[in-house]
């Protein structure tokens, strides 16, 4: 199985911070790189997909990298209605693996 | 539009089987590319991929869990459904069903059912 591990676990960041999220495969995988949005209570969203594109009706704060094993979302300027936790998965053809996810906290 | 609603029990025994039904419209199973997958998140935890069923009815399943899970499919009443053997208080879970798209991933979600498995 290819393992997602992310970091950090939680970030403590204000209204207006460039905020960065890594995610780290065992193993080196294709462009099927997704990142999620998850508001307590509710079903996640998607924001990203193969790597970097943006879904339809995200905010273009939100962007995604990387390649091989090492991946990014970045926050440019984080927004009130960005404190969340977000979740990386990998969606190969034959299994689906989401990393333990990052909450964004208040600081 | 888009839509996945999942039904079935609330709660359920050890060592019973839980079944799960998605039914979803604005979409079918048999367009090319196609999938529905099933998710769950244990109550203050990950989230953790389950089955995943193709328009072609090819599966996949979560290599940990494989040999309780059954995924199927009723093309003729949109719907898809999870069956899991031996439940145990471990596999309590708000569950979700979910849209593949073939590049952009799980792009739609269900509103969740939560199960609890107790005695």
């Known amino acids: 199985d290819i393992q997602m591990t992310q970091s950090p676990s939680t970030l403590s960041a204000s209204v207006g911070d460039r905020v960065t999220i890594t995610c780290r495969a065992s193993?080196?995988?294709?462009?099927?790189l997704a990142w999620y949005q998850q508001k307590p209570g509710k079903a996640p969203k998607l924001l990203i997909y193969?790597?970097?594109s943006l879904e339809s009706g995200v905010p273009s704060r939100f962007s995604g990298s990387g390649s091989g094993t090492e991946f990014t979302l970045t926050i440019s300027s984080l927004q009130p209605d960005d404190f969340a936790t977000y979740y990386c998965?990998?969606?190969?053809?034959?299994?689906?693996?989401f990393g333990q996810g990052t909450k964004v906290e208040i600081k | 539009q888009i839509t996945l609603k999942e039904s079935g029990p609330t709660l359920v025994k050890p060592t019973e089987t839980l079944t799960l039904t998605c039914t979803f419209s604005?979409?079918?199973?048999?367009?090319?590319?196609?999938?529905v997958a099933w998710i769950r998140q244990p109550p203050g935890k990950a989230l953790e991929w389950l089955a995943l069923?193709?328009?072609?009815?090819?599966?996949r399943y979560s290599p940990s869990l494989k040999s309780r899970f059954t995924i199927t499919k009723d093309t003729s009443k949109n719907q898809v459904v999870l069956t899991m053997t031996n439940m145990d208080p471990v596999d309590t879970a708000t569950y979700y069903c979910?849209?593949?798209?073939?590049?952009?991933?799980?792009?739609?979600w269900g509103q969740g059912t939560l199960v609890t498995v107790s005695s």
């Open positions: 979910t849209h593949r798209h073939n590049l952009r991933g799980l792009d739609y």
């Open positions: 604005g979409f079918s199973l048999s367009t090319s590319g196609v999938g």
């Open positions: 069923l193709y328009w072609n009815d090819d599966k």
């Open positions: 193993q080196t995988i294709s462009s099927w």
């Open positions: 193969k790597i970097s």
């Open positions: 998965q990998q969606y190969n053809d034959y299994s689906w693996t």
